[in-house]
């Protein structure tokens, strides 16, 4: 038996890259996963730290997946360790409100997050008043609550270098809206990386979905991303009120000083987050997307 990382998930197939330390061979391992997982109602995914028995012929049986330090359900990856959050200063428009929406799917996974801007080259052009709006709003508003922010350009190759370094070392998954360039990055930051890219279709606006399965990308000193087919957003409804509240960092940081526990920020009195909010210690493009959310939960909770 040996031990190994799943680096793809494919046709009911997992693909395993062995310890180097361990088996000094060359991966990955063609896994099926044995037939226990199944009864007791858990799956490998892709990310996990797996022991494996190679069969032979390239081939071999996943039989212990190791306890996980994080889960995804939507895309299906474990043990990530940051999320590099992509979106364009234009060409499709920045999107505050799902901007907003990511980083409280990632602040409820307990996984740390990197803003990535690209198409920087668009702010200095003739064109670049609603780049360079969007770029300034993003540098304004979220730097002060604690996201890194990188600016990169894969054309110019602008920031690639920052970003290569926030990569290595750690298991990464890289998501953010469809179009803005997340493969054209990856393929930039990522020397010998050719990923599948697709200009932006102009009837939509936005682009069409380039990567077909979640597979695990080598990015250096021992580091990989996860290139993945869509990074579903978080059912708010399934969230507490107050725990949707613990997905912003800066309203998390005041909660201890609500008047009232469970505080919803909304209507009750001596709220430490609208009175922040008034006094503008609180960006309100960040207190409109919470409260969009809590009518999202409220509505999906309505329904079911």
Do not use: W
């Not at 050719?194 to 200009?199: D, F, G, P, S, V």
């Not at 279709?201 to 080598?218: D, N, W, Y």
């Amino acid at each position: 038996m040996a031990t190994g990382r799943i680096v793809k998930a494919l046709a009911g197939y997992y693909f395993v890259e062995p310890d180097k330390y361990e088996q000094g061979a060359e991966g990955p391992i063609r896994c099926r996963a044995r037939g226990i997982f199944k009864k007791r109602g858990e799956s490998p995914l892709v990310g996990d730290r797996v022991d494996y028995t190679e069969i032979g012929g390239g081939e071999g049986t996943v039989d212990r997946i190791h306890p996980r330090s994080s889960v995804l359900i939507r895309p299906p990856v474990a043990n990530i360790e940051l999320a590099v959050v992509v979106f364009s200063v234009a060409e499709p428009a920045l999107n505050l409100q799902l901007l907003d929406k990511f980083l409280a799917f990632i602040e409820h996974a307990g996984i740390d997050a990197v803003i990535c801007l690209t198409k920087r080259d668009l702010i200095d052009g003739p064109d670049g008043e609603e780049a360079r709006e969007a770029f300034e709003a993003v540098q304004r508003i979220y730097p002060p609550i604690g996201y890194r922010t990188i600016a990169t350009c894969a054309r110019t190759g602008e920031g690639v270098d920052e970003l290569r370094e926030v990569l290595g070392g750690r298991l990464s998954v890289v998501c953010g809206q469809s179009g803005v360039g997340k493969s054209s990055l990856l393929n930039a930051a990522v020397p010998g990386l050719k990923l599948e890219t697709n200009a932006i279709s102009e009837k939509l606006g936005r682009g069409r979905h380039t990567t077909r399965h979640t597979e695990l990308v080598p990015v250096g000193r021992g580091g990989y991303v996860a290139d993945t087919p869509g990074f579903s957003q978080l059912d708010f409804g399934e969230l507490q009120d107050a725990d949707l509240g613990s997905c912003f960092r800066e309203f998390r940081e005041l909660a201890p000083e609500c008047k009232f526990r469970g505080c919803t920020h909304v209507h009750e009195p001596g709220c430490a987050v609208t009175a922040a909010l008034a006094e503008g210690r609180i960006a309100q493009s960040r207190y409109d997307s919470y409260t969009a959310f809590l009518a999202e939960a409220s509505e999906k909770k309505r329904r079911y």
